[in-house]
């Protein structure tokens, strides 16, 4: 089992960048693929971005490919997602999400984190 922290969050302006981090507890952080997701008020839980367990292989939503970074520190037990040229449309509370299989874009992950908001005014 693995417990996930989430942090970073904020409120920037448009164009502003955040960097979220993701810390895992436990000592398998490398059995681990990890994603992000998002979730906007009255709206479902949207994938963002995920990494697989080296970090080797990654994948993005179209609407954050070019502008968000996913990596990981297996080291830290720690996955980051670098988000640049944010816009009022990313607005969300992201969370962060561990799976021991390699889910490229799905939502059934077994693992969550409680969240961190981050709102973009324009």
């Known amino acids: 089992q693995v417990q996930l922290v989430e942090s970073g969050g904020g409120l920037v302006q448009a164009g502003a960048s955040l960097r979220l981090s993701c810390r895992a507890s436990?000592?398998?952080?490398?059995?681990?693929?990890m994603a992000w997701f998002r979730q906007a008020p009255g709206k479902g839980r949207e994938f963002v971005a995920a990494?697989?367990?080296?970090?080797?292989?990654?994948n993005y939503a179209g609407s954050v490919k070019g502008r968000f970074t996913i990596s990981r520190d297996n080291a830290e037990n720690t996955v980051y997602l670098q988000m640049n040229s944010l816009g009022p449309e990313d607005t969300a509370v992201y969370y962060c999400?561990?799976?021991?299989?390699?889910?490229?874009?799905?939502?059934?992950?077994?693992?969550w984190g409680q969240g961190t908001q981050v709102t973009v005014s324009s």
């Open positions: 990494i697989s367990w080296s970090g080797g292989t990654t």
């Open positions: 999400a561990a799976d021991r299989s390699w889910i490229p874009s799905g939502i059934a992950y077994d693992y």
């Open positions: 436990g000592r398998s952080f490398t059995n681990y693929a």
